[in-house]
């Protein structure tokens, strides 16, 4: 089993926490991990991207360079890379609250999500990544949802146990519009 993964939003929206759950995650499954990151030039609101790669043999290299299997664009800003990067067969995860004109994808599938839309509905945008993390977890198997819960919880418990809840719920969230599109 291997998974390489590029996830990209523009700052504040969490793509780096979304990836640091993967990493967690996945340490807990016993998995193999690795996370690199790049930042935009701004200092606040600029995009970013984290890499991940997550596997069940020794990571020979952390490099994810055009050859995601699994892609996640959270803002307009970073859709077109995330396209681009996405191999035959694999997955790209596409906020259609911020991405108004999705292209087609040939080869791969996307699958368009109004995460943002869906975070407002549970109290604050802030918590779209936790949305998407659950659809990603729904559509791909990368990692069991209880696993991520359990990780929600241990992450932000000790610094912000106000906020678990919201997240736990933004992960079901995530994972049952998965489940229900039947993806």
Not at 93 to 112: H, I, Y
Not at 156 to 177: I, S
């Amino acid at each position: 089993m291997l998974h390489k993964c590029t996830i990209s939003g523009s700052g504040g929206q969490g793509s780096a926490l979304m990836a640091k759950m993967i990493c967690l995650g996945a340490i807990k499954e016993g998995l193999k991990v690795v996370m690199t990151q790049t930042y935009g030039i701004e200092q606040r609101g600029g995009d970013s991207t984290a890499y991940v790669i997550v596997s069940d043999q020794p990571i020979g290299s952390p490099i994810v360079e055009n050859d995601a299997d699994i892609a996640v664009a959270l803002s307009s800003s970073t859709y077109a890379n995330c396209f681009e990067g996405v191999v035959p067969g694999g997955s790209l995860f596409t906020n259609s609250s911020m991405v108004e004109a999705p292209r087609d994808a040939r080869g791969f599938r996307q699958v368009l999500l109004p995460v943002s839309d869906m975070a407002v509905e549970l109290g604050t945008v802030r918590c779209a990544n936790m949305v998407m993390l659950g659809a990603v977890l729904a559509g791909t198997g990368l990692l069991r949802l209880e696993v991520a819960e359990e990780v929600v919880r241990e992450s932000l418990g000790a610094k912000k146990p106000q906020l678990v809840e919201l997240n736990v719920n933004a992960l079901r969230a995530g994972f049952a519009a998965m489940e229900k599109e039947g993806n």
